[in-house]
């Protein structure tokens, strides 16, 4: 049984929080982007507010833990892990909700080489208690403009995940699909769903777009965000995104699984 004191322990060990590999100068940089309205990390969110850098700073020191001193400009990041665990109560609370009414959900993951098991076995335990795992638009493709300028990607769904892989990596071997912080993957599987006349999702659960992009479209929305990741946190801020769990999000998948047995145990899920 994991309880919260040998979870919070897991949690600081494993660098999931407390000190984490992300660095203060990427986080700040971030900051700016997003003041700036870079859509590369608005990620989805149209923000309401003006959230300059200060707000910024602001705001991931109360649901983070961050340093809120703009002087402190370099090192690495660090993530209140008593902030973690009231955010995984709150996560498994959705979870726990949405089993209960047995309503459908749609799972997708932007890090999938490191958060495609924790998410599958939410799909997997949400499944079972009669929720509908929904996995529209499979195969559709989705222009996404990354840092080697614009590729095609398909959408794709593994153990009920959505991810999106590029066309020239479906080679055995290759990893299980790509990196990517675009809402339009969820936009496109949205739409798919809508116009084939539904069911939509009565909760979304995922990160980077596609916490971002449901909830900015008025879908329940709920995730993980690491501290360099602004967007998801100003969603929850601003009423478009229901709950973001603040943890490093791209650790060895393996240290995930105690999130997951947490969880699901938490939100009554467990078999």
């Known amino acids: 049984m994991w309880t919260a004191a040998r979870l919070r322990a897991h949690l600081v060990a494993a660098r999931l929080a407390g000190v984490v590999a992300?660095?203060?100068?990427?986080?700040?940089?971030?900051?700016?982007?997003?003041?700036?309205?870079?859509?590369?990390?608005?990620?989805?969110?149209?923000?309401?507010?003006?959230?300059?850098?200060?707000?910024?700073?602001g705001l991931m020191a109360r649901?983070?833990?961050?340093?809120?001193?703009?002087?402190?400009?370099?090192?690495?990041?660090?993530?209140?892990?008593e902030r973690t665990l009231t955010a995984l109560e709150a996560f498994a609370g959705r979870l726990r909700e949405a089993a209960g009414r047995r309503a459908p959900?749609?799972?997708?993951?932007?890090?999938?080489?490191?958060?495609?098991?924790f998410y599958a076995s939410l799909a997997d335990a949400l499944s079972a208690a009669g929720c509908e795992v929904l996995t529209p638009a499979q195969g559709h493709c989705v222009?996404?403009?990354?840092r080697f300028g614009l590729r095609t990607h398909r959408l794709d769904y593994v153990r009920g995940v959505a991810l999106v892989r590029e066309p020239a990596s479906e080679r055995p071997?290759?990893?299980?699909?790509?990196?990517?912080?675009?809402?339009l993957p969820v936009r496109v599987a949205l739409d798919a769903a809508a116009a084939a006349g539904g069911p939509l999702p009565e909760l979304v659960v995922g990160d980077h777009g596609w916490v971002c992009g449901a909830g900015q479209l008025g879908f329940e929305a709920i995730g993980l965000?690491?501290?360099?990741?602004?967007?998801?946190?100003?969603g929850e801020a601003e009423?478009?995104?229901?709950?973001?769990?603040?943890?490093?999000?791209?650790?060895?998948?393996?240290?995930?699984?105690p999130l997951?047995?947490?969880?699901?145990?938490?939100?009554?899920?467990?078999?």
């Open 173 to 183: 071997g290759c990893e299980p699909g790509s990196h990517t912080h675009s809402p």
């Open 63 to 81: 649901r983070c833990g961050v340093s809120a001193d703009p002087r402190d400009t370099s090192g690495p990041d660090v993530i209140d892990p």
């Open 22 to 57: 992300t660095s203060r100068e990427e986080s700040l940089r971030s900051y700016r982007l997003f003041a700036a309205r870079d859509p590369r990390v608005l990620i989805g969110i149209d923000p309401e507010g003006a959230w300059q850098v200060p707000d910024l700073l």
């Open 239 to 257: 009423g478009r995104v229901s709950v973001v769990v603040p943890v490093d999000d791209a650790v060895r998948s393996a240290h995930y699984e």
């Open 225 to 234: 965000a690491d501290t360099d990741d602004p967007a998801p946190f100003v």
């Open 105 to 117: 959900v749609l799972l997708g993951t932007g890090h999938p080489h490191r958060l495609l098991g």
């Open 260 to 271: 997951t047995r947490y969880v699901l145990n938490r939100a009554c899920l467990s078999q």
């Open 143 to 146: 222009d996404i403009l990354t």
